[in-house]
């Protein structure tokens, strides 16, 4: 069965360096997402992106962070001078056309020291 | 806005009890409702979903059906499982704009003892 897969599975940086989280998303889909979980709290929406461009993003998504599709396959998120706060579980989810539902990647656990 | 309201967890059973998770939602719209499952070091599975109102959505025997009167959305299972310990999220997914944005509940952890 296809499957969103994320990496790193843990990544570990110092506060103010750039990070590049990384997913590849379910084949055919075509909108995607970047989600944060903050250890012990909800799941939050941070911005989708279809067409090549964001489509929604929410009020957590400032200026420190950006997506990118480089190629045909990869979907990042890139956060340019990390803060602690930064640290939490960076989910990737995919979607394809017609469909509400989304399928998401096993996560990236992010540590700002 | 939309919001998803769960219970408090964490939930303690004894294996072949029943389950409940109560899940209520607010929206202006007619979303869709999904709850998701996180095992332990593990991302998000898509449980069940229910796209109208009176659907139920099932799947490896948990159920939950959309009521548009009570709006909620709640998660039972009749016999659960020490394999079934995990944290469970209810969420609601509207349309905004050209995407679909779920709104998550703050998750209900799942503590089942042999």
């Known amino acids: 069965e296809p499957e969103v897969t994320q990496t790193p599975s843990h990544q570990v940086t110092q506060m103010g360096q750039e990070v590049i989280l990384r997913c590849v998303p379910i084949s055919n889909h075509l909108y995607f997402y970047w989600y944060r979980q903050i250890l012990g709290q909800k799941v939050e929406f941070l911005v989708s992106f279809y067409n090549n461009e964001i489509s929604e993003k929410s009020e957590i998504f400032d200026d420190q962070f950006s997506v990118e599709r480089p190629d045909g396959s990869n979907f990042t998120l890139k956060i340019r001078s990390t803060k602690l706060e930064d640290s939490a579980m960076y989910f990737c989810a995919s979607q394809g056309e017609g469909t509400d539902t989304q399928y998401f990647g096993p996560g990236t656990r992010l540590t700002v020291l | 806005g939309n919001s998803v309201t769960q219970m408090e967890g964490p939930v303690t059973l004894s294996e072949e009890a029943f389950l409940t998770i109560n899940c209520t939602y607010t929206a202006t719209g007619y979303p869709s409702l999904f709850w998701y499952v996180q095992y332990p070091g593990e991302g998000l599975q898509l449980l069940l979903k229910?796209?109208?109102?009176?659907d139920k959505g099932s799947n490896k025997g948990f159920e939950a059906t959309y009521r548009k009167e009570t709006t909620s959305f709640h998660l039972e299972k009749g016999s659960v499982q020490v394999s079934d310990s995990a944290v469970y999220f209810c969420a609601l997914s509207d349309r905004i704009g050209g995407s679909y944005i779920p709104t998550f509940g703050r998750g209900t952890s799942l503590i089942v003892h042999p």
């Open positions: 229910a796209t109208k109102a009176d």
